[in-house]
């Protein structure tokens, strides 16, 4: 009679819904529990990673948390492609592949306490084996620390795209600018990975030339099976504008791309490769080369370019406060100079932007407007105008800004007196 009634309870419970016999320790039996609904984000999805055995949520393109995971023995592997959360339970029900019975939820069911089914047979669920997590050794499902599992049981809900890759190559630019790198095992024989690819990879991501050949090639050959950190990207603003380049970290030393300030504000400077020297009117400063890219240490920025510069922690940002001289609310140079405690700026530019012409008189080595002599001083053979002077130069008003960085140019100074003119033209009529 004991046999019969074992036998009706076996029976009773492969009918339930919901639960499947036929893979090892996927087969769930839904609880009454199991039902409750959690109302997690719809922008949730889920990327399982193979030869890292890691799991990653993200909200939309935002990494929320990466989970250690086991997956599927090389023999039973975990299949690759592109899935949903299809089925959630409390308290799953196990039956082992090959017996007529089941296992209850409890510390000797396998599955842990919760099951996220996300292919036929194939689910993401808790373990009462910890030590196997970050290791193959699964026969296909996907395991999780409990309190890991619990805690992404709560955050996703049906339909939750589930993305299952095999990248042995993993580059990862954090929320943080953390750039980092990882070549990991070949866990099902299934790809080599080669110099070419790791640098291939590291362009598409924007990050080609932050890493030395050298560098990769150790890590290829290592295959460390973790990430390490190469760099720190930091987003940076020039007079308020966001540029696309970056400001990078290595070794602790921050470095700003040289060639986006200089066109952020229209000036340059002189690179001397013998030397790694950056020049610009006299003042130098040690520079990188990378890849192409001319680099300078920030702490070295204010050497080259006159200004301020300010972190702003919270935007992962270094917002530069460079030295202009506005016309109308138009940027007419960046090339102010600071001579005798005082601020200067270009001849040539700002007779340009107001219409004049000047020019060097080499017999008596002076600048010359309107074929008069006007007070200049010479920076590297360029002829600079002390703001002091500007107007009773150029009939202009000229204010410096010092919290903006910003001399301001108006005109005219003085108001022209026509009438003498008109008097003149009088005679002609």
Not at 284 to 312: M, Q, S
Not at 315 to 331: F, G, M, P, Q, T
Request: glycine content about 6%; overall charge negative; hydrophobic content about 40%.
């Amino acid at each position: 009679m004991a046999k019969w009634a074992a036998l009706f309870f076996i029976l009773s419970v492969l009918i339930l819904p919901g639960f499947s016999h036929a893979n090892n320790f996927q087969t769930p039996e839904i609880s009454q529990t199991s039902q409750t609904s959690v109302n997690p984000a719809k922008s949730m999805r889920i990327i399982i990673n193979l030869p890292s055995r890691t799991l990653e949520l993200y909200d939309d393109n935002i990494l929320v948390k990466e989970y250690p995971v086991a997956i599927g023995k090389p023999s039973t592997p975990t299949p690759r492609g592109s899935f949903s959360i299809d089925d959630k339970a409390v308290n799953p029900w196990w039956c082992p592949p090959g017996t007529d019975y089941v296992v209850p939820s409890g510390p000797d069911n396998p599955l842990g306490y919760r099951w996220l089914e996300f292919a036929p047979l194939y689910g993401i669920h808790g373990t009462n084996d910890p030590r196997s997590i970050g290791t193959p050794s699964s026969n296909g499902c996907v395991r999780m620390h409990e309190e890991d599992v619990e805690e992404l049981f709560e955050l996703v809900d049906y339909e939750t795209p589930v993305e299952v890759t095999y990248e042995r190559i993993k580059i990862r630019l954090d929320n943080h600018g953390r750039a980092s790198i990882g070549i990991y095992p070949d866990v099902y024989g299934q790809e080599s990975v080669s110099l070419a690819q790791v640098k291939r990879l590291l362009i598409d991501k924007g990050l080609g030339g932050l890493v030395e050949d050298e560098f990769l090639a150790r890590l290829i050959q290592r295959e460390e099976g973790r990430q390490i950190e190469f760099a720190q990207l930091h987003n940076l603003k020039i007079n308020d504008q966001l540029r696309p380049e970056k400001i990078v970290t290595w070794q602790g030393v921050r470095y700003a791309p040289v060639q986006a300030i200089c066109e952020a504000v229209n000036t340059g400077v002189i690179w001397d490769e013998k030397s790694k020297m950056l020049k610009r009117y006299g003042k130098i400063a040690p520079g990188l080369r990378k890849n192409g890219i001319l680099y300078a240490a920030v702490d070295d920025l204010p050497t080259l370019f006159p200004g301020k510069e300010l972190w702003n922690y919270t935007e992962n940002c270094l917002e530069l406060r460079l030295s202009v001289a506005r016309l109308d609310d138009k940027i007419i140079t960046a090339e102010i100079q600071e001579i005798d405690g005082e601020k200067a700026v270009p001849a040539q530019e700002l007779a340009d932007a107001l219409g004049e012409k000047v020019k060097w008189d080499e017999g008596t080595k002076q600048v010359l407007l309107r074929n008069k002599p006007i007070p200049c001083n010479l920076v590297e053979s360029k002829a600079f105008v002390k703001i002091s002077h500007v107007g009773g130069v150029f009939n202009i008003s000229a204010v410096w800004n010092e919290a903006a960085q910003t001399l301001s140019l108006s005109y005219p100074l003085y108001p022209v007196d026509y009438s003498m003119y008109l008097d003149l033209m009088g005679e002609f009529f």
